[in-house]
Nanobody
Framework: QVQLVESGGGLAQVGGSLTLSCTASGATLEKYSVAWFRQAPGKEREGVACIVTRDGRPYYLDSVKARFSIFRDSAKSTVYLRMDNLTPDDAAVYYC?????????????????????WGQGTQVTVSS
């Protein structure tokens, strides 16, 4: 059983940065699909960044492209989400996810049903 634990959430200013971390236990993440989702109050949970291809190319939701970066340290079984130039629309609970399936169809990686394991979430608040 894979367990995922997120950390690094908190309060950031508009235009500021945060880096979220997700550490896995029960498996290394090197051969898993991984992603970050978020859910703001009253909104649907949405995928923002993923790595689902065998060659490890990242894929992003359009609204975070060029501001967010997903990467992983396989040796540490950790996945990161670097978030720059934060806006109030980025405020949400952020979830780390992992799945046993890889795919060449990157947009699938932003779909909730693609993943097998979910973390508990970490809150990101953006203030002006």
């Amino acid at each position: 059983q894979v367990q995922l634990v997120e950390s690094g959430g908190g309060l950031a200013q508009v235009g500021g940065s945060l880096t979220l971390s997700c550490t896995a236990s029960g498996a290394t993440l090197e051969k898993y699909s991984v992603a970050w989702f978020r859910q703001a109050p009253g909104k649907e949970r949405e995928g923002v960044a993923c790595i689902v291809t065998r060659d490890g190319r990242p894929y992003y939701l359009d609204s975070v492209k060029a501001r967010f970066s997903i990467f992983r340290d396989s040796a540490k079984s950790t996945v990161y989400l670097r978030m720059d130039n934060l806006t109030p629309d980025d405020a949400a609970v952020y979830y780390c996810v992992a799945g046993v399936t890889l795919t060449t169809n990157q947009p699938v990686g932003l779909m909730k049903g693609f993943y097998d394991y979910w973390g508990q979430g970490t809150q990101v608040t953006v203030s002006s």
